[in-house]
Every structure is written in structure tokens, then in C-alpha cells.
């Protein structure tokens, strides 16, 4: 029989908006997690930007200190990569780059034992393009977390045909275990399952808009008032990040070269003014200093 090795160590390498959330959700678990970046500067970021976030967090009541100053204790921050020798799982959070990702996985693949899984959060690139270049395939799927982590419950595991069931149900686990709902993937796509809706829905309200159906408050409206979501496509493209959209639709049709792939022109003018949303103070809508929406037309 074989014995499955149990997930004591946590890795998370990149300490930006997802990595530093996900090493939090572990920690808070009970994980020690080593939290690994190549820049220095960025683990302080890190550091601060978790702490203002917990502090709030126990200030509202939401969570008690002790475990907030335990869940801290259980972090490691560093930049050294052979530090993530111990680790049993190790979520990867990097730049969303190919040639990035297959170099540090390879890197990774050197470092730890064999029981070891690697896993990406990245939201486009599957694991089955960074898998030739590690020794035991089948430990190497996708963990998907949304953003912000520590908020947003639901987690996607990727398998890839090189992933193992063993892994797959390990991941499933590991996820239940750091309190989020975990929904397996038995065979990869791109965007996976909720970006891939997510995206259908932006498309066709870039669609009526750019063709005078409604404008995008409009739309946005239909949206919150008909169908009960929280937020419009417009305005939650605002919030992510216009450019965010932009990008994701540029890598599609590089690899499709389908036209219908290709970023929508009003996307893509925005991101040529540097229309970014929120971020920018403008998007499709205008914003102030605060991050608060300027005018409400409807
Ligand atoms: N931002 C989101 O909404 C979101 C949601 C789900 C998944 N993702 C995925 O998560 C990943 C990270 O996204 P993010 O928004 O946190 O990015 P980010 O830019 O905020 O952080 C990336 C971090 O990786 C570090 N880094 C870069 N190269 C490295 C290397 N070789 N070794 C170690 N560290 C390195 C950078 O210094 C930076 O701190 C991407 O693959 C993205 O697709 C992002």
C-alpha cells in the first residue's frame, strides 16, 4: 500500500496581492508557511500590508487577536528559494509569465523531495505547460484562489492528465482543510470554470454597449436590479483592473488567433489612455482619492 505523505509545510512563493493572502488563509489554518519572494522589499510590503488588513479585521470583531498573532507566527518570510525544502505543498503565486514560471518551477523541482506538490495559482497558464520541466508530474496541478483570498471562499484544483488522482484528492483536501470549498477540474481549460462565465458575461456587455444597445450604467443595472449580482460588469471591471481584461483577452488570441478572441476596442482604448479604473481614478467610471465612485448617473 501506498502511503500518502500528510501536508504539514505550506510554501507560497510570491509575496504580491495573492501569495501574501493565501500564506495568511494557510497560517490562520495552523500551517507554518514559508513565504518566499525574490524581492526583499516586497516581503516587508508583505508584512505591513497583512498586518493592516488583520488588524482591521480584529478591530471589526471578525477575528480574535490571539489567532491573527498566531496565524503571524506561523509565517516565514524569505527570499532564499531553498528555504521551501521542507515544505509538502508549495503554491506558486508569481508574475503571470510562461518562461518566468517554467524557470522557477524547475528551480523547484531541484530543491524538494518527492512527495512534494507543486501547484500554480495562475488563472490562465495550466499546469500541463510548466510540467516537462519537473521531475514527478504527476504532484504538479493548479490551486486557483480569487482574489482577495482571504475573503473569497471558493477554490479551483486543476488536474492535468499528468496529475495524479492521489494529488487531486490531496489538494481537495488540503483546500478543505484551510476552511475554503474546493471544486475539481478533471480536466484543464483555461480561465477554468468561473473566469471562463465570468468572461462570457463581460463580453456580451462590451458587445450592447460598444453597439449602442444601452450605455454601460445601463447595463450595469440590468445586471445588479435583474439578475441579483452584487456588482455590474462594468463597474467590477473597473475594479479589477481594465487592463487586467485587456490582457487576458491579448494572451487568448495570441494562442487561438480567433478575431472573436482579440481584447474589444473600447477595452483597448481605455488601456491606451491609461483608463484603467479605480486604480487610476478612471475607468468607465470616475473615482476619487479614496477609491469612492464620483458621479452615479443612474
Ligand atoms: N490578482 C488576481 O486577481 C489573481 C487572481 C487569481 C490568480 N492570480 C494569479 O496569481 C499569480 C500572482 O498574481 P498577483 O496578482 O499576486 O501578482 P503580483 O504582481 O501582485 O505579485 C507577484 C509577486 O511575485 C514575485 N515574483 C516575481 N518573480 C518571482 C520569482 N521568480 N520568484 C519569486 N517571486 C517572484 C514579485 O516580486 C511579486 O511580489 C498570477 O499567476 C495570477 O495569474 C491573480
Given at each position: 500500500?501506498?502511503t500518502?505523505q500528510a501536508?504539514?509545510?505550506v510554501?507560497?512563493?510570491?509575496a504580491?496581492?495573492?501569495?501574501?493572502?493565501?500564506?495568511?488563509?494557510c497560517a490562520?489554518?495552523g500551517?507554518p508557511?514559508i513565504?518566499?519572494?525574490?524581492?526583499?522589499?516586497?516581503?516587508?510590503?508583505?508584512?505591513?500590508?497583512?498586518?493592516?488588513?488583520?488588524?482591521?479585521?480584529?478591530?471589526?470583531?471578525?477575528?480574535?487577536?490571539e489567532?491573527?498573532?498566531?496565524?503571524?507566527?506561523?509565517?516565514?518570510?524569505t527570499?532564499n528559494l531553498?528555504?521551501?525544502?521542507s515544505?509538502?505543498?508549495?503554491?506558486?503565486?508569481?508574475?503571470?509569465?510562461?518562461?518566468v514560471k517554467?524557470?522557477?518551477f524547475?528551480?523547484?523541482?531541484q530543491?524538494?523531495?518527492?512527495?512534494?506538490v507543486?501547484?500554480?495559482n495562475?488563472?490562465?497558464?495550466?499546469s500541463s505547460?510548466l510540467?516537462?520541466v519537473?521531475?514527478?508530474?504527476?504532484?504538479?496541478?493548479?490551486?486557483h484562489?480569487?482574489n482577495?483570498?482571504?475573503?473569497?471562499d471558493?477554490v479551483?484544483?486543476?488536474q492535468?492528465?499528468?496529475?495524479?488522482?492521489?494529488?487531486?484528492?490531496?489538494?481537495?483536501?488540503?483546500?478543505r482543510?484551510?476552511r475554503?470549498?474546493?471544486?475539481l477540474?478533471k480536466?484543464?481549460?483555461?480561465?477554468f470554470?468561473?473566469?471562463?462565465?465570468?468572461?462570457?458575461?463581460?463580453?456580451?456587455?462590451?458587445?450592447?454597449?460598444e453597439n449602442?444597445?444601452?450605455?454601460?450604467?445601463e447595463?450595469?443595472?440590468v445586471?445588479?436590479?435583474?439578475?441579483?449580482?452584487?456588482?455590474?460588469p462594468f463597474a467590477?471591471?473597473?475594479?479589477?483592473?481594465?487592463?487586467?481584461?485587456?490582457?487576458?483577452?491579448?494572451?487568448?488570441?495570441?494562442?487561438?488567433?480567433?478575431?472573436?478572441?482579440k481584447p474589444a476596442?473600447?477595452?483597448?482604448?481605455?488601456v491606451?489612455?491609461?483608463?484603467l479604473?479605480?486604480?487610476?481614478?478612471k475607468g468607465?467610471?470616475?473615482?476619487?482619492?479614496?477609491g469612492?465612485r464620483?458621479?452615479?448617473?443612474v
Amino acid at each position: 500500500m501506498v502511503t500518502v505523505q500528510a501536508i504539514k509545510t505550506v510554501g507560497v512563493v510570491g509575496a504580491g496581492a495573492m501569495g501574501s493572502q493565501i500564506a495568511m488563509v494557510c497560517a490562520l489554518a495552523g500551517y507554518p508557511v514559508i513565504l518566499q519572494d525574490i524581492e526583499h522589499k516586497q516581503l516587508g510590503e508583505s508584512s505591513q500590508t497583512l498586518r493592516e488588513l488583520m488588524d482591521k479585521k480584529v478591530r471589526k470583531g471578525r477575528l480574535p487577536s490571539e489567532e491573527v498573532e498566531d496565524a503571524f507566527s506561523n509565517i516565514t518570510y524569505t527570499t532564499n528559494l531553498n528555504d521551501l525544502e521542507s515544505a509538502d505543498i508549495i503554491i506558486e503565486a508569481i508574475v503571470e509569465k510562461l518562461e518566468v514560471k517554467r524557470e522557477l518551477f524547475y528551480q523547484l523541482s531541484q530543491i524538494v523531495p518527492r512527495h512534494t506538490v507543486l501547484a500554480t495559482n495562475s488563472s490562465t497558464i495550466v499546469s500541463s505547460k510548466l510540467v516537462d520541466v519537473v521531475s514527478y508530474p504527476e504532484k504538479m496541478c493548479n490551486i486557483h484562489f480569487f482574489n482577495p483570498a482571504l475573503v473569497m471562499d471558493l477554490v479551483e484544483v486543476v488536474q492535468g492528465e499528468h496529475t495524479s488522482g492521489e494529488t487531486a484528492e490531496k489538494c481537495m483536501n488540503f483546500v478543505r482543510s484551510i476552511r475554503k470549498t474546493p471544486v475539481l477540474l478533471k480536466k484543464e481549460i483555461s480561465g477554468f470554470i468561473a473566469n471562463r462565465i465570468l468572461g462570457k458575461l463581460m463580453d456580451e456587455a462590451v458587445w450592447l454597449y460598444e453597439n449602442g444597445y444601452a450605455t454601460h450604467e445601463e447595463i450595469d443595472l440590468v445586471c445588479k436590479k435583474a439578475l441579483n449580482h452584487p456588482i455590474g460588469p462594468f463597474a467590477l471591471m473597473d475594479l479589477t483592473g481594465i487592463d487586467v481584461n485587456y490582457f487576458v483577452r491579448k494572451q487568448r488570441y495570441e494562442e487561438s488567433g480567433d478575431p472573436k478572441d482579440k481584447p474589444a476596442s473600447i477595452v483597448a482604448d481605455k488601456v491606451a489612455k491609461g483608463e484603467l479604473g479605480r486604480k487610476t481614478g478612471k475607468g468607465f467610471y470616475e473615482y476619487n482619492e479614496q477609491g469612492k465612485r464620483i458621479e452615479e448617473t443612474v
